[in-house]
């Protein structure tokens, strides 16, 4: 018996859509993590806008001041690619085939790691 995936968001875009039908497809999630897998989705259809952006109007442009910068959606795309790593990374989505998933159940493996980065509490050694 197949299992009902719910229906994506009307919002969505392509790749919004096929990206929350894969999760919903490999996994169970709580209401919780769909609101993670949603704002996934809205993240990859956006970099798809910028993508589109960037390639019609090149990766360089020049400013008001007719200086040649870097595109401001390419800064933007880079940012998002962070968030989209994170929001994977709290809903323990594995990159790949990983020992531990049980695919049967559609459970990930628990991550014990935490955060690292900027949202790590660092004690100073006085």
Avoid: N
């Amino acid at each position: 018996m197949t299992k009902a995936i719910p229906k994506p968001p009307a919002e969505l875009k392509r790749s919004g859509r096929a990206l929350w039908r894969s999760v919903q497809t490999d996994y169970e999630l709580e209401q919780h993590e769909r609101g993670l897998l949603l704002e996934m989705c809205r993240t990859v259809d956006t970099l798809d806008r910028l993508s589109a952006l960037v390639t019609a109007e090149g990766e360089m442009i020049h400013d008001r001041f007719g200086e040649l910068r870097v595109h401001p959606a390419l800064v933007e795309a880079r940012q998002l690619r962070i968030a989209y790593a994170r929001l994977s990374a709290a809903l323990r989505l594995p990159a790949g085939d990983q020992e531990g998933e049980d695919k049967a159940s559609g459970r990930r493996p628990q991550r014990r790691a935490g955060a690292r980065g900027v949202y790590g509490i660092h004690g100073s050694a006085s």
